[in-house]
Structure formats: structure tokens, C-alpha cells
């Protein structure tokens, strides 16, 4: 016998997955990424209010340092995260994410990014 996974579901009794499957916004995305890009999406996504996931509150320096091979390393970021990594990097003032630093930069293949 095969066993077959279990979904968990919230309180609405709607699992995640079916959520997934009927989201446009999410399968547009997933289909054009394959998933690889979530982490640039969510970014980049700007609220009514104009607030993003930009702040120290959910990205800071030590955390783009623990993350920055993960996802597909910095071969799958977009160029405006790599810029947001940059940014927040220098910001911190911190001798050791210079090396960090020119790696993104490095990995900027054409000038337009």
C-alpha cells in the first residue's frame, strides 16, 4: 500500500494546497518561476499603504547573510533584490559583508540589472 501525504487544514476546513490551486495570483507567479522567485515576489510586493517586507522588521542584514544561498542562490534573485541586499548590507556598516557584497555584485551579469 502506497501511503499518500496528509494536508493539514486551517480553521476554514480549505487546505493550503487547494488555496494554491485557485489563487490566479499565485499559480501566474509559480508557473512563470517554478516557485524559484517567491522570495523577489514577495519583496516586491507594495501594499495600499505603500508599505513593503522590506523592513527591518522581516529583512535585515544578518538575515540576507544566513539566506543568500538558499532559493537558488543569487543566480535565481532579481536584479532590484540584489540591489535591496546591497543596500541593506552597506547600511549596516559591518566590515564583514564586504566579501558578501561583491559576491552579489558579481553575480550581476548584464549592466541593466
Same mark, same amino acid.
Not at 499565485?26 to 501594499?47: Q, V
Not at 536584479?79 to 556598516?93: D, E, M, P, Q, V
Given at each position: 500500500?502506497?501511503?499518500?501525504?496528509?494536508?493539514?487544514?486551517?480553521?476554514?476546513?480549505?487546505?493550503?494546497?487547494?488555496?494554491?490551486?485557485?489563487?490566479?495570483?499565485?499559480?501566474?507567479?509559480?508557473?512563470?518561476?517554478?516557485?524559484?522567485?517567491?522570495?523577489?515576489?514577495?519583496?516586491?510586493? +507594495?501594499?495600499? +499603504?505603500?508599505?513593503?517586507?522590506?523592513?527591518?522588521?522581516?529583512?535585515?542584514?544578518?538575515?540576507?547573510?544566513? +539566506?543568500?544561498?538558499?532559493?537558488?542562490g543569487l543566480k535565481n534573485r532579481w536584479a532590484t533584490t540584489k540591489g535591496l541586499y546591497?543596500r541593506l548590507l552597506a547600511k549596516s556598516l559591518d566590515p564583514r559583508y564586504a566579501g558578501?557584497?561583491?559576491?552579489?555584485?558579481?553575480?550581476?551579469?548584464?549592466?541593466?540589472?
Amino acid at each position: 500500500m502506497k501511503p499518500t501525504a496528509r494536508r493539514s487544514r486551517g480553521s476554514s476546513g480549505a487546505s493550503f494546497a487547494s488555496y494554491r490551486a485557485t489563487s490566479p495570483g499565485f499559480r501566474r507567479k509559480a508557473m512563470h518561476s517554478n516557485g524559484t522567485n517567491l522570495l523577489d515576489y514577495i519583496l516586491s510586493i +507594495k501594499t495600499d +499603504k505603500g508599505k513593503t517586507y522590506t523592513t527591518p522588521q522581516y529583512i535585515d542584514a544578518q538575515w540576507i547573510i544566513d +539566506k543568500l544561498q538558499f532559493w537558488g542562490g543569487l543566480k535565481n534573485r532579481w536584479a532590484t533584490t540584489k540591489g535591496l541586499y546591497i543596500r541593506l548590507l552597506a547600511k549596516s556598516l559591518d566590515p564583514r559583508y564586504a566579501g558578501s557584497i561583491v559576491d552579489i555584485m558579481e553575480s550581476v551579469e548584464r549592466q541593466q540589472d
